[in-house]
């Protein structure tokens, strides 16, 4: 079996245990991955804190740094395809999707790399005659960065590029389900010629890993996605260093398609929503809300799509809906659908765990009208679509806000008018009006409610790795007046 390794201040290393990977196509073990306890995360922090403050790193310009987040790009680029087969093997994650998700992560380097030396600082006209101030970006410090195993140098990218534009330094946790891909990223990342302590990437557990992280006293901030509870326990660990945090987290994203919409093009993109990536997904448009009139004709396209979805392996290119990552995951969507169901869900299509090996779960599709359904209100992560149905505007707009989450959505109209008014009435961070599921560097991206706060992507992704130093210039050559009177 194949072994990878931790990168800890510029050099590869064993941590201080191993643990086996599991491909999730055959739920058999793949390859040894290194486990990272407490001393190596600290050996990993203090480097980074080490980069931060002595050697090169600090002392290159931010055209420099921008320079090697080109080299970096370029790559990850020329990487893409092996890249793409990692993390296909490491989560299940089919390779049509990883291979184009990968190539465009190096753009969101190079969106960054141009950023690097665009952060500014400001001039401000100050109401004393005889001082000059000004206010420096500088970087915020060591940064934590913890993301799960889907997308997950998609994932990384919109934390370690802005990160690194901002003259930051970091530690990178991969998930434990399914790392391969970030580890064998740090090789890209030391052949850019990154210095020594700027970039380290470990994975292990969460007690061990996670929890001492993010607690670490040299840790200055914490970028995180994953899931609301174990966000619970990053803001708590953050007590103890007073860390900032930026939280991207889960959704239960609504979907609404009215009548006058093209429904054949909505529901390619319900399709791409809800069963692209097997369902694995922050942003899948988990809950259909459709109007009553086209429900039947929409419903009846769906299923049809549904169940030609073509299941296999994740590696082979024709593959479109490949297994879920861990077998972990299959249960608690199993169990999800079966509560639902009980409940009175009816099932369209799908529901059932497939015969043979690997983690595979059909697409599923559950009608949801007028039944208080589990699966309008709990997330999936899996390609589970529940629907409702509604007669007024208002009605699905109340139907799209009745969640505790408000990361993603989607409005399918014709109608110029009433599509303007959704957006601003939907609550979440992310409206796609007749598309969905689009992304790029050049936009933010980010939740509200239990979706998380901070944004990713952007300028505003860069200067949230940056802190703002005000600096006062006395100008009068004049002996400075009594001076128990504040200036």
């Known amino acids: 079996m194949q072994r990878f390794q931790l990168y800890i201040d510029g050099a590869f290393c064993d941590g201080e245990a191993s643990f086996e990977s599991i491909d999730p196509a055959t739920g058999t073990a793949w390859a040894y991955m290194p486990e990272a306890r407490e001393a190596d995360v600290d ?34 680029a020329a990487n893409a395809p092996r890249l793409a087969e990692l993390e296909t093997r490491d989560t299940g994650k089919i390779i049509r999707e990883t291979s184009a998700q990968i190539a465009y992560v190096a753009e969101y380097y190079r969106y960054y790399a141009g950023i690097a030396d665009k952060i500014e600082g400001a001039y401000l006209p100050i109401d004393k005659p005889d001082m000059e101030v000004w206010l420096r970006r500088e ?57 020594p302590g700027v970039v380290n990437i470990i994975t292990g557990f969460g007690p061990s890993c996670g929890a001492t992280l993010g607690r670490h006293p040299k840790i200055a901030h914490v970028a995180f996605t994953g899931g609301p509870e174990t966000a619970r326990h990053v803001v708590r660990n953050s007590a103890e260093n007073l860390a900032s945090t930026s939280l991207e987290l889960g959704g239960k994203s609504p979907f609404i398609v009215f009548a006058d919409a093209d429904l054949e093009s909505a529901t390619n993109a319900q399709v791409s929503g809800i069963f692209a990536a097997t369902g694995q997904s922050c942003v899948a448009g988990s809950r259909l809300i459709v109007e009553r009139s ?72 559950l009608d949801c009208d007028g039944v208080d359904s589990p699966s309008l209100v709990e997330e999936f992560f899996g390609p589970v679509l529940s629907i409702v149905s509604f007669e007024t505007e208002e009605e699905a707009l109340r139907l799209a806000n009745d969640t505790v989450y408000g990361l993603a959505s989607g409005v399918f109209t014709q109608n110029l008018t009433r599509a303007h008014r959704l957006m601003k009435g939907i609550r979440a961070g992310v409206v796609w009006v007749n598309t969905y599921r689009a992304v790029s560097p050049i936009a933010p991206f980010g939740g509200f409610g239990l979706s998380g706060h901070g944004r990713e992507g952007g300028l505003a992704a860069a200067l949230d790795y940056t802190r703002t130093k005000t600096v006062w210039l006395r100008t009068s050559d004049d002996p400075i007046p009594d001076p128990f009177v504040m200036r």
Not at 45 to 72: C, D, F, I, N
Not at 177 to 191: I, N, Q, S, T, Y
Not at 333 to 351: C, H
Request: proline share 8%.
């Open 294 to 365: 086209v429900k039947d004709r929409f419903v009846a396209l769906l299923k049809r799509k549904a169940e030609a979805v073509r299941i296999g392996s994740p590696l082979d290119m024709a593959t479109e809906v490949g297994p879920l990552a861990t077998a972990r995951q299959r249960q608690h969507i199993d169990a999800l659908v079966e509560r639902s169901s009980a409940m009175g869900a009816r099932i369209v299509t799908g529901g059932r765990v497939p015969e043979g090996e690997g983690f595979y779960y059909p697409p599923t599709i």
């Open 139 to 195: 970087p915020i410090g060591v940064v934590a960065m913890v993301v799960p195993w889907n997308s997950q140098l998609f994932l990384s990218a919109v934390k370690v590029g802005p990160a690194l534009a901002a003259g930051c330094t970091l530690v990178l946790k991969a998930s434990e389900d399914g790392p391969a891909p970030l580890l064998e990223f740090a090789r890209l990342v030391h052949d850019a010629g990154f210095p």
């Open 43 to 76: 050996r990993a922090v203090e480097s980074a804190h080490r980069a931060l403050y002595e050697g090169p790193w600090p002392g290159m310009t931010a055209t420099q740094r921008g320079k090697l987040l080109y080299k970096l790009a370029d790559l990850i």
